[in-house]
């Protein structure tokens, strides 16, 4: 159940992710080499303030994006609308940014 | 079984991306959570860490990157589908799109092997 | 003794045919003679004629012009005048039903009042600007806009895009494709007078950003027309007109 601004806000947010996302996969797999551990991830991310504002857009990005993604699911099987249907997407945005604020935090300070 | 009027190309690309879409936002909470566990101790998170060694944690990652990739190079193909003029290659973008996911989760997957 | 036109084989075809109406319904079957050549209408008006005089539907010109015969055929919207048998027989079996997505009056009849309504309600009508005491509007065959419309506007309502799109399926409110085609060929049509009407009608909850480009409505245009490909058009219409201000 999507009008014009909440599809301009999903293809806008979707826009923006798109370097972020291939950013994302080409450090998954360079990350990924030799084993995963905290201390290698932290050394790349902890002060960093390019990490910090990458992530943060991202995790501002991807909140807006997957909240409206999933509008739409929940409108179309779940049969959520009117009221409900904005209740729910405004929560799972807060949801995805609340948490997704706190990783950043966790691995940018 | 799948209903008869479903059954061709552009249809299945369409559940790939709701699927896909779906359980990447079903999934980032728990990935968001685990890497939070670095704010409180990094020793926690590297204890979550060694469960990425298990084959099976591997190949979920493997399922996710795959499902991470189809769903931007699907949604590549969207936009492009509605911002750039029509293109009668429809088929071949959806594919084209897959296969790529294929490509880059099959790195990702003999990376971290 | 001259043999007939037309030789009927020994084969026979198992046919299920959906009967009911809006409260309910089933499928009844019949053993229908197959024939060299044979169409799904044929089929349908057979039972009718021999085995089943109270069954409902709908048909006019039979010869694949004015869109009233679409019926579910083995689960894909066709039109039956234009199906051959050959084409879509399982082994022996058919699955006739009435059309998806829309409400049943009775047997393979539907009503087509929604369909219709949405029609109105995206602003599928034409606005006239000028009168005849003005000139006519000079609109060259070569003009860009023309040509996108006139790719579209061929349309003869029969509801196959409808009822092959999942999203009229889950979502009530979608004006669907065939609606938002006839949009997209008045938002070419340089004559026309009420574009920003057009635009904010078909930007509503139930308007054109709600199609996931499915391409179930292309697929099956027994015209081959392409709705994606006009819905797609008015997305991008929308977006920048809503980005400008204008809806």
């Known amino acids: 159940m999507l009008d014009v601004r909440l599809y301009l806000a999903q293809r806008i947010s979707a826009i923006l992710m798109a370097p972020l996302v291939l950013g994302h996969l080409a450090v998954m797999i360079y990350a990924t080499q030799g084993g995963l551990s905290a201390a290698e991830i932290l050394s790349r991310t902890q002060g960093s303030l390019w990490w910090g504002l990458y992530y943060g857009l991202f995790v501002i990005a991807v909140s807006v994006h997957a909240s409206i993604g999933l509008r739409v699911i929940a409108n179309e099987y779940l049969k959520l609308s009117g009221a409900g249907l904005n209740a729910f997407t405004w929560l799972t945005g807060f949801v995805l940014l609340a948490l997704g604020g706190r990783a950043v935090a966790a691995v940018v300070l | ?113 | 003794m001259r043999e007939p036109a037309l030789q009927h084989s020994e084969k026979t075809l198992d046919v299920s045919v959906w009967q009911g109406n809006a409260a309910g319904g089933g499928y009844r079957s019949y053993s229908v003679p197959a024939q060299e050549s044979q169409t799904i209408l044929d089929v349908v008006t057979w039972i009718q004629h021999n085995l089943e005089p109270k069954l409902a539907y709908r048909f006019a010109c039979r010869v694949g012009m004015c869109g009233s015969c679409a019926m579910m055929v083995n689960g894909k919207p066709r039109w039956t005048c234009r199906t051959h048998v050959q084409k879509v027989v399982e082994g022996h079996s058919l699955t006739i039903a009435p059309l998806r997505n829309l409400p049943v009056i009775k047997d393979l009849a539907c009503d087509m009042s929604e369909f219709f309504d949405k029609w109105r309600r995206a602003e599928g009508v034409f606005h006239p600007t000028s009168t005849r005491e003005e000139e006519i509007a000079p609109i060259l065959p070569s003009d860009p806009e023309r040509i996108a419309a006139s790719e579209a506007i061929e349309c003869i309502n029969c509801a196959v895009c409808y009822a092959a799109c999942d999203v009229v399926a889950l979502n009530p409110e979608f004006l669907g494709p065939a609606a938002l085609n006839r949009a997209w060929t008045l938002i070419n049509d340089a004559r026309d007078g009420a574009r920003i009407a057009r635009l904010k009608a078909v930007s509503v909850a139930g308007g054109c950003h709600n199609c996931h480009s499915q391409q179930s409505c292309m697929t099956y245009c027994p015209t081959e027309l392409n709705p994606a490909l006009s819905i797609a058009g008015l997305k991008r219409v929308t977006a920048i007109a809503a980005m400008k201000g204008e809806i």
């Open chain 2, 1 to 113: 079984m799948l209903r008869p009027h479903r059954r061709h190309p552009l249809w299945f690309a369409y559940i790939l991306h709701r699927i896909s879409g779906l359980v990447l936002a079903l999934f980032l909470p728990a990935h968001f959570y685990v890497l939070g566990l670095a704010l409180n101790d990094a020793a926690e998170l590297d204890a979550f860490l060694i469960w990425a060694e298990l084959p099976l944690v591997l190949f979920a990652e493997f399922g996710l990157v795959f499902l991470l990739a189809v769903h931007i190079f699907g949604g590549l193909r969207l936009l492009a589908l509605e911002f750039l003029p029509w293109s009668p290659r429809q088929k071949t973008y959806a594919a084209l799109a897959t296969a790529l996911s294929f490509f880059v989760s099959g790195g990702f997957l003999l990376s971290a092997v």
